[in-house]
């Protein structure tokens, strides 16, 4: 899903059945526990590794009562033996082991070839949302209709009110109120560990004008944002890279480190020129060298340059109209039956002076017009057409990108 604060463009995506991944069924969670109130010995072993959702909640609001406890416990993420990534406290900050490499693997689940789907709890209630490099924000739906639950999950009043004030958020071309509010966040089924300095995460809680738009709710990965921006999901965390594993024939994963992976080795620079013209997040975008539609080069009349971004939440692929016009005309000109009906590919220059080019057969195209004032140049947004099948590894703080 591409964010220009928050949406430029969305295709409509299905999700997993409730008989193929039934909600009820995903029984052995430990999503938050603490070592002030529990140990590991506090495991039932009829239970196979449970903590009752009684004694969670618990936990949860003796927290929220004991603000002081934040303040003097550094919490950190930790998985044992076959957990679902859990949340933990120390006693003290150590600043040493803070600094090693911390890494989680989270699977993903394909919905319907459209789209790919990340579960996580917000409290004890489990939310699925699709994966997405073109937003910011970790979203719940903010209802409990069938329909809801058997997609995203069951909006119950999940954590408290952030102190943020509602905002007006476009998602797919729908637009609706989002309401903020933070709670106890993690991740369902990792593996790994991770550090956090507070166990409460902002999320927003999307209306049903976004929801019966969209069809669900997004998982953002964009973590540079505008200071005017709600916090991103990663401005939460010290994740420095993200690694997108959709290649065949292997199990799709998601893997948050917090140290860079493209060090001493060739990358895409990732451009921020896009920030300078009012887009209020850092989208992954790269600056285009050239584009071929069926082995010939495309080129814009105006020569202006051309920018792609990289976005998971996007079906095909979603292209400046002007762009998408001069396609169209010179497509009747030539009398092409198919003006998208071979192979697509993108070149770009990478740090060590070579050329990595990235292709799609056959993607469903969209146009839409880019809002940022002052902008000269033209967007295409490169979706899971051509990021499928690939390991797209993204330093989302150094801006380096990489796929293979």
């Not at 102190?163 to 089924?189: C, I, L």
Request: hydrophobic letters at 40%.
């Amino acid at each position: 899903m591409v964010a220009v604060c928050c949406v430029l463009c969305r295709t409509s995506f299905g999700f997993i059945a409730m008989d193929s991944m039934p909600f009820a069924a995903l029984d052995s969670w430990c999503p938050i526990s603490c070592q002030m109130k529990h140990r590991m010995d506090d495991y039932d072993d009829v239970g196979r590794n449970e903590i009752p959702r009684k004694k969670l909640a618990n936990v949860a609001r003796q927290v929220r009562e004991q603000p002081s406890l934040l303040r003097r416990n550094f919490f950190h993420h930790a998985v044992m033996s076959s957990l679902p990534l859990s949340l933990w406290c120390s006693k003290r900050y150590d600043v040493a082991f803070a600094q090693e490499p911390q890494t989680i693997t989270l699977p993903l689940y394909p919905a319907d070839g459209s789209a790919y789907l990340i579960y996580y709890r917000i409290d004890s209630s489990l939310f699925r949302a699709v994966l997405d490099t073109g937003s910011p924000f970790l979203t719940i739906p903010g209802s409990c209709s069938e329909n809801t639950r058997t997609k995203t999950g069951c909006y119950n009043e999940q954590g408290i009110p952030s102190g943020f004030p509602p905002t007006v958020e476009e998602f797919a071309g729908f637009e609706g109120t989002v309401q903020w509010r933070k709670g106890f966040f993690s991740f369902y089924n990792a593996t790994g560990s991770m550090r956090i300095a507070s166990p409460e995460f902002v999320f927003g809680v999307v209306d049903d004008d976004i929801m019966s738009g969209t069809g669900g709710v997004y998982f953002g990965l964009i973590k540079k944002t505008d200071n005017f921006i709600r916090p991103s999901f990663l401005g939460q965390t010290d994740i420095s890279s993200i690694v997108i594993d959709l290649r065949d024939n292997r199990p799709k994963s998601l893997i948050l480190s917090t140290l860079p992976k493209l060090l001493n080795v060739d990358f895409i620079p990732i451009t921020n020129f896009l920030r300078k013209v009012g887009d209020p997040v850092q989208h992954f975008v790269c600056v285009v060298k050239s584009w071929y539609i069926n082995d010939k080069l495309f080129c814009p009349k105006d020569k202006k340059p051309i920018y792609a971004i990289f976005d998971t939440g996007v079906t095909g692929m979603v292209i400046s109209r002007d762009l998408y016009d001069q396609r169209y005309e010179e497509g009747r000109v030539l009398r092409e039956r198919k003006l998208w009906g071979g192979e697509v590919s993108f070149i770009f220059n990478t740090s060590q002076r070579q050329q990595k080019t990235i292709s799609a057969m056959k993607p469903l195209v969209t146009p839409f017009d880019p809002t940022w004032k002052g902008f000269k140049g033209h967007i295409v947004v490169l979706g899971l057409a051509f990021l499928d099948g690939k390991e797209t590894t993204i330093d989302v703080d150094d801006n380096r990108l990489w796929f293979q």
